[in-house]
C-alpha cells in the first residue's frame, strides 16, 4: 500500500514539476519575444526591470493577476469566466506525454491523446468568443474555430506519415527510430508543412486571424482583461512550446536528455517569434485554400508513398 502510495505521490510531484517548469519557460519565452521584436525593429525592448530585463515577465504576471477583473453585463457569465481557465488546463495536459525516461506517463496511444487535447482546446476558444456577447469576439471565435479545426485535419495526416514509419503512436519510439537518421532528412516536404501548420494551428502571425487587430480589434479575447486574459496569453504559449518540442521529437531526432534537445526546441520556439517580425498576415480565402487544397491533397500523397515504402522494404 505505501509503495503504491509513494508511486501515485512522485507521479503528481512529477507532473506539478513539469508545469512550473513549463509556466517559468513561457514567463521567458514572452521576454524572448519581445527582445526578438525589439531588435527586428530596432529598438531595445525591455530592459529596465531587474538585469536587462529578466524580471519583466513576472512583474506583468503580477500586474494581470492583482488587476480588478471586469466582465460585461451582456455575457453569459459562467462560460465567460471558466473557459480561460479550462482552455489553459487543456493546453498543460498535452504536456503530460512528452517522453521522459524518468516519470514516465508516455502511455502507447501518446499521439491520439495530443490530438484529442489540442481538439477540445477549440471548444474553449469558440466558448470565450461566444459567452462574451460581443460581435468583435463572436467573429474571431468564428474564424479560429474554422482555422483550427481545418489545420487539426492537416496536421493529422502530416503526423500519420511518421506513424507510418514508427507503427507506433508512442513518443518514445520516434527517438528509437531516429538514432541513425532523423526523419527531417527522409521528409523536408512535410517537415515544411508540418512547421507552418504548427503556426496556423496556434493562431500565430501570418495566420493570427482570430486576433486580427486591423479588422477585429483583439479578436475573441477583446473582452478579456486581468486575470482571464493572462490565462488565454498562458495557454498560447504554452502550445507553442508543445508544439516546437513535437516537432523536434517528430523531425529532429526525438527525445533525448542533453541539452542539444533544448536547444533545437529553443530554435523553434525562436521560429516561431522570428516570422511574427518578418511576415505581414495572410488573407482568410487563401489561409483555407491553402489547408483543404494543397496540404490535404499533398499529405494523402505522401502516406501512399510512405505505405508502399513500408510494403516493399
Do not use: H
Amino acid at each position: 500500500m505505501v509503495v503504491i502510495f509513494n508511486e501515485y505521490f512522485l507521479g503528481i510531484l512529477g507532473i506539478l514539476m513539469l508545469i512550473v517548469g513549463v509556466l517559468i519557460g513561457v514567463a521567458f519565452l514572452t521576454l524572448l519575444e519581445r527582445k526578438v521584436l525589439g531588435y527586428i525593429q530596432i529598438r531595445k525592448g525591455p530592459n529596465k526591470v531587474g538585469i536587462v530585463g529578466i524580471m519583466q515577465p513576472f512583474s506583468d504576471a503580477i500586474k494581470l493577476f492583482t488587476k480588478e477583473s471586469v466582465y460585461p453585463m451582456s455575457s453569459n457569465y459562467f462560460s465567460y469566466y471558466f473557459s480561460p481557465i479550462v482552455g489553459f488546463i487543456m493546453s498543460l495536459m498535452s504536456w503530460v506525454v512528452i517522453p521522459y525516461y524518468f516519470n514516465l506517463l508516455g502511455f502507447n496511444l501518446g499521439i491520439l491523446y495530443i490530438l484529442c487535447c489540442l481538439s477540445v482546446g477549440v471548444y474553449t476558444v469558440m466558448v470565450a468568443g461566444w459567452s462574451s456577447n460581443s460581435n468583435y469576439s463572436l467573429l474571431g471565435g468564428l474564424r479560429a474555430v474554422a482555422q483550427t479545426i481545418s489545420y487539426e485535419v492537416s496536421l493529422s495526416l502530416i503526423l500519420f506519415s511518421g506513424i507510418l514509419l514508427i507503427m507506433d503512436f508512442n513518443l518514445v519510439m520516434f527517438s528509437y527510430y531516429q538514432s541513425y537518421i532523423w526523419f527531417m532528412f527522409l521528409m523536408i516536404p512535410l517537415m515544411m508543412m508540418w512547421l507552418s501548420s504548427m503556426l496556423a494551428e496556434t493562431n500565430r502571425t501570418p495566420f493570427d486571424f482570430a486576433e486580427g487587430e486591423s479588422e477585429l480589434v483583439s479578436g475573441f479575447n477583446i473582452e478579456y482583461s486581468a486575470g482571464g486574459f493572462a490565462l488565454i496569453f498562458l495557454a498560447e504559449y504554452s502550445s507553442i512550446l508543445f508544439m516546437s518540442m513535437m516537432f523536434v521529437v517528430i523531425y529532429l531526432g526525438g527525445y533525448e536528455l542533453s541539452i542539444m534537445f533544448y536547444l533545437k526546441v529553443s530554435f523553434i520556439s525562436f521560429v516561431f517569434l522570428w516570422v511574427r517580425g518578418t511576415l505581414p498576415r495572410y488573407r482568410y480565402d487563401k489561409l483555407m485554400y491553402l489547408a483543404w487544397k494543397i496540404y490535404l491533397p499533398v499529405s494523402l500523397n505522401f502516406i501512399f508513398l510512405y505505405l508502399g515504402f513500408k510494403i516493399f522494404i
